[in-house]
């Protein structure tokens, strides 16, 4: 992983991107701290979508497998 970080910031720094393109892991972190509250606002909204849609999920196949199980074989 060190190693990857290491190219990450070479090729960061030395490359010819716009550093609004291709950041450094450096950027990167500093922005994650910066932004914290933001993005675990963000983190907690799609946990609940995530649960919502494995629900919903899980209810349409139950009533699916339900119907299923009570319908007249052909």
């Known amino acids: 992983v060190g190693v990857l970080l290491m190219i990450w910031q070479m090729v960061a720094t030395l490359g010819s991107f716009p550093h609004y393109i291709f950041p450094s892991p450096q ?3 500093q922005q ?4 914290a509250e933001l993005l675990w606002q963000h983190t907690q909204v799609t946990l609940l979508e995530i649960c919502l849609g494995l629900l919903l999920g899980f209810l349409f196949g139950l009533i699916s497998a339900l119907l299923l199980s009570f319908s007249r074989q052909i």
Not at 32 to 35: A, C, D, G, M
């Open 27 to 29: 950027a990167v972190g």
């Open 32 to 35: 994650l701290f910066t932004h």
